[in-house]
Structure formats: C-alpha cells, structure tokens
C-alpha cells in the first residue's frame, strides 16, 4: 500500500500541485495514523501555493510540501501511549498549521490530542468543512465579544468562513447582516441573514447601527463597512493582508480594531461537531473534487465565488 499525496517543490500557479507516492508514516508516540477520506481547502493553500502571504514567507525553507491543514478520515493505527481513539474510529481535524500542513495525503500521522470523534450522524464531508473555517469563524466571533441582541454585520456570508460565522451568531440570538452577490441572495435569507447585495450598492447604504464588524473580505469593502458601526463598536478583520490598514482606519474612527491568525483548538471543533449533529448548523459543500483534479480546486477558490467550502476526495 501507497500514500498518494499532492505536492509542490514550488510557488506558482495550480499546475505546481503535482502528486507523489510516499511511504505510509508509523505513528510515533502519542499518534495516530489517520486514513484521510476529505481533506477540505482554504484560501490559505491556494494563497501559499503561489507564494502569497504569511504562511508562504514561513514555509519557503520548506519546500516540497504537501499543503492540508483541514482532515476527516479512519484511525487506522496508533502509536505507544495513544488512549483516545479505537482502531475505526472517524475523526476530523485541522491539522500541521502553518507549518506541517500534510492534509493533501492519503495517510497522515497526527497528535491524538489534535483530532475530534466525529460523531454519527456527521458525515465525512460535513466534518472537513469544519475545521479551519468553523474555529475562525468562531474565534473571529469571540475576538469581537459577541453577545445576545447585537447587530453583527459579516461581509462575505456565503463563504467557507461566512456561512459558519452567520449560523453561529444566530445561535447566539444576534441579528445578523451580511454581504454577498445577487445568486446568493436566497442562501444567505435561508441561513437567517439580512442579505445586501454588494453588486448593486456599497453595504454602508444598507445597514447601520451595527456593533460588530466580522471582515472577512478586506480592502475597500471593509473600509465601506466601516461606515456601517455605531459608536464603541468592534472590528475583527479575518484577511491578514489587509489587516493592519483596516485596524488603522478603524482606529481613527474610534472603533476597537484587531486582525487575528485562527489557532486549533479541538475543543471547539467538537461544539461545532456537536452543533451539526443537533441541527443548529449546516456546512454547505459546493463541491467535491477527485484528489487528481486538485488544481481545478484550487483554481476554483482563486474565483474568489466558492459557496461554502471545496473538498478533496482522498480515495478516488
Ligand atoms: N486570519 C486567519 O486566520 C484566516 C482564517 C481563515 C480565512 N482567512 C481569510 O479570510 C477570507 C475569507 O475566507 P473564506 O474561507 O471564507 O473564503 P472563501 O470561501 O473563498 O470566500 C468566498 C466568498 O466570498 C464572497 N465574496 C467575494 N467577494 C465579495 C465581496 N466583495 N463582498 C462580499 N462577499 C464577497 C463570495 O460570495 P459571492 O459569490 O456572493 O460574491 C464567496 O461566497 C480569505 O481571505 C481567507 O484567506 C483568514
């Protein structure tokens, strides 16, 4: 048996992704190693896969490298000491970030202490939508101290980040704005959303009043947004290369204003695994691609218009 794994030995564009066999890794203590089913797809990826952004700067010495920081598979060995998981058990996780990444395998060895059960009545491609995306979408929430009653505006509702971000704060009992084209107009209203259309008019001349502000785009659309807050109101803005310029700004409007860098954290991807299995949240998967097409994946993000979020099948 193999490990098939996606690879790049260098930035550039999608047609960088190429695959490799490698050996299937022993877990060493304190691992499991984990038959990878879906591995989910960020930004992140596509942006340091052509070299762009923090996480490229941090890996350039380590090339090649296979990117992947969102997982749901099999435990299929552990390692000594391992006491968590059984032979058989389904399990998610985010993964080697920033540096490790090794998502795009076949097989990976992981901490077991990193990895959530997936309970029943999740599926496997619910569970790789979940972790990057839902613990920034998350912790974004919790930087701006989100609390019942609040009017939280969140550009960019229909993505990865978004459609979670919206789901959570509405289980939070807060009434949430957001943005988005025309063709997700619906979306957003059946998520609970008041949706504007960024296409027809700036947000800043739709909603007002608001006390929160979860950026998730960055550049002139949040700078508009800006214009959307009450006074005292808190700024998070989610895209890290924007974010000191947007903080400037909103600084000297008067608002508190933070960037943030998303942190694993197992514990909240299993509230958030407990949260798909109660029916309070829904991944929205807009497609599911063969690992081998990985770079029509990529080139999927890079439109910028995914819905939800873009998974890799790992075993076809
Ligand atoms: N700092 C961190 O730790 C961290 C963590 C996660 C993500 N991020 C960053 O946060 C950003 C969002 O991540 P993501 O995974 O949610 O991205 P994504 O899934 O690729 O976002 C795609 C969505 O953006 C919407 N969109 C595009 N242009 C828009 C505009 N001008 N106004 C409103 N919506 C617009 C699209 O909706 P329409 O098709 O309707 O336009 C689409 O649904 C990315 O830049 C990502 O790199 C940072």
Not at 141 to 170: P, S, T, W, Y
Not at 271 to 297: F, H, N, R, W
Request: glycine share 10%; charged share 20%; with cysteine.
């Amino acid at each position: 048996m193999e490990n098939k794994q996606i690879i790049i030995s260098q930035f550039g564009g999608p047609e960088v992704l190429t695959t490799q066999m490698a050996s299937i890794p022993e877990p060493r203590e304190g691992e499991v190693l984990v038959k990878v089913c879906f591995s989910g797809i960020n930004p992140i990826d596509v942006k340091t896969r052509a070299g762009v952004g923090w996480a490229a700067a941090k890996n350039k010495g380590n090339l090649p490298w296979v990117p992947g920081y969102d997982i749901s598979g099999k435990i299929v060995a552990s390692g000594h000491g391992c006491q968590r998981f059984e032979i058989g058990d389904t399990v998610a996780g985010f993964i080697g970030f920033p540096l490790d990444g090794g998502g795009y395998s076949q097989y990976v060895c992981v901490a077991e202490d990193t990895l959530s059960l997936v309970p029943d009545a999740i599926t496997m491609e619910a569970a790789a939508a979940l972790p990057l995306a839902g613990q920034t979408a998350v912790q974004a929430l919790d930087k701006a101290g989100v609390q019942e009653g609040q009017r939280v505006l969140i550009l960019a509702g229909a993505g990865g980040v978004g459609h979670i971000a919206i789901q959570v704060a509405i289980a939070a009992k807060v009434e949430v704005f957001t943005t988005c084209s025309e063709s997700n107009l619906d979306y957003m209203a059946t998520l609970g959303a008041h949706a504007v259309n960024y296409q027809f008019a700036p947000v800043s001349e739709r909603v007002e009043e608001a006390d929160v502000l979860i950026d998730l785009i960055g550049g002139d659309a949040a700078l508009d947004a800006l214009k959307c807050l009450k006074d005292g109101a808190k700024v998070v803005t989610v895209p890290t290369l924007s974010a000191e310029h947007i903080c400037e700004k909103a600084h000297l409007l008067g608002f508190e204003a933070t960037g943030m860098v998303v942190d694993p954290n197992p514990q909240q991807l299993d509230a958030l695994l407990y949260m798909v299995s109660v029916g309070l949240l829904k991944t929205e998967i807009q497609e599911v691609y063969p690992m081998d097409k990985v770079a029509e994946a990529h080139k999927q993000i890079e439109t910028g218009h995914t819905r939800g979020k873009i998974l890799l099948n790992m075993q076809c």
